[in-house]
């Protein structure tokens, strides 16, 4: 297929966009190349004859159908977004701006394209939207895990925001029959994470020896998706997913962020890259403001019904995610040294 995929150089967009250009299809990558994205993610793509870039904003209507009209794209993977709960918290305009009329500008540009199919064209398309677990809020211990089904009842700017942005692909498909489907994932981690989230934090944090912020006393509780299975499950979805409907996609790794901390502080240790013990560098933070205790996803509606399961298990997901880290330093050196971390760094999660 050729697909055209939002946000296709930052973290997750950047791995769906490799793994898709490895199984034989055609991508168009289309990013307005904001501070969390970078182009080296995808660098290993750029004289690859099934791969364009395009840079434009998804809040420029114009750009967006212009892409659409050249490209002609066999299907859309929706992806771009803002994504940090913090800054959304310090700025919330530009999550309503990029997540709430962004995707409107995508659902009216792809389908007008859709429009001017026709046959197997039109019936093959489909308009995949990736959103995240935040949207159904918190939940306590023993409650059970995010279904499909699950109540919304985002906490923060950026939940909310994302939430708004599921109900209109759904909207589209009930008012328009639009075919859309629908993602929400757990945490991810893995390669080429910007590093103002949590794990990149805590790996450069213990490499340089300085201390590593931790929310609170370290208890909320996350599940944990490598983002090369977060991908595969992506385009698993597209490919096999049924029309209107929506699919959880988790890690099956809950743990507290205490745990993880320590789990990465372990595997670092083991590394035996300076004298001081990680575990030392630990420094507990104040609380975000409506921080969620748990987020947990019941995935078996795509176990069962498009065979997928997880593939990297917790320690192996995170050696090969330090070790990564470890062994591309200049990758990670140029946005350390750019200095557009706020204070928050790292303790979101």
Excluded at 9 to 32: T, Y
Excluded at 245 to 269: F, P, Q, S
Aim: glycine share 6%; charged share 20%.
């Amino acid at each position: 297929m050729k697909i055209l995929v939002t946000g296709g150089a930052g973290f997750i967009g950047s791995s769906v966009v490799r793994m898709a250009v490895n199984q034989g299809h055609e991508i168009v990558n289309l990013d307005k190349l904001t501070y969390a994205a970078n182009l080296e993610n995808v660098a290993m793509l750029a004289n690859n004859p099934n791969y364009a870039f395009e840079q434009v904003d998804i809040n420029d209507a114009a750009a967006v159908n212009a892409v659409f009209d050249k490209h002609k794209p066999d299907a859309v993977m929706h992806l771009a977004a803002e994504s940090h709960v913090d800054r959304s918290i310090d700025g919330p305009g530009a999550f309503i701006q990029t997540n709430v009329i962004g995707t409107f500008n995508m659902l009216q540009a792809a389908r007008g394209h859709w429009d001017t199919l026709s046959g197997e064209a039109k019936d093959n398309f489909r308009f995949h939207h990736v959103s995240t677990d935040e949207v159904y809020g918190d939940l306590h211990p023993g409650d059970p895990a995010f279904e499909e089904t699950t109540p919304y009842d985002p906490s923060s700017p950026y939940s909310a925001s994302k939430a708004a942005s599921d109900h209109l692909v759904r909207a589209w498909h009930r008012t328009y029959g639009f075919p859309v489907v629908v993602t929400n994932c757990s945490n991810n981690y893995g390669p080429y994470q910007f590093p103002e989230k949590l794990i990149p934090v805590v790996i450069l944090k213990a490499l340089h020896e300085q201390e590593i912020p931790v929310y609170g006393t370290g208890e909320n509780i996350r599940d944990w998706l490598y983002v090369d299975d977060h991908a595969d499950a992506l385009l698993t979805v597209l490919q096999k997913g049924a029309l209107g409907e929506t699919y959880n996609i988790g890690g099956n790794n809950e743990r507290t962020n205490l745990e993880l901390v320590k789990t990465i502080c372990a595997i670092m240790d083991e590394r035996k890259l300076h004298n001081t013990k990680c575990e030392d560098l630990i420094s507990f933070v104040s609380d975000r403001p409506g921080h969620d205790y748990r987020y947990a996803i019941n995935a078996t509606k795509i176990e069962t019904e498009l065979n997928w399961t997880p593939s990297v298990e917790w320690n192996q997901g995170f050696e090969k995610t330090i070790d990564w880290y470890l062994d591309n330093r200049e990758w990670w050196t140029p946005l350390m040294k750019k200095k557009i971390f706020g204070e928050r760094l790292g303790t979101q999660a």
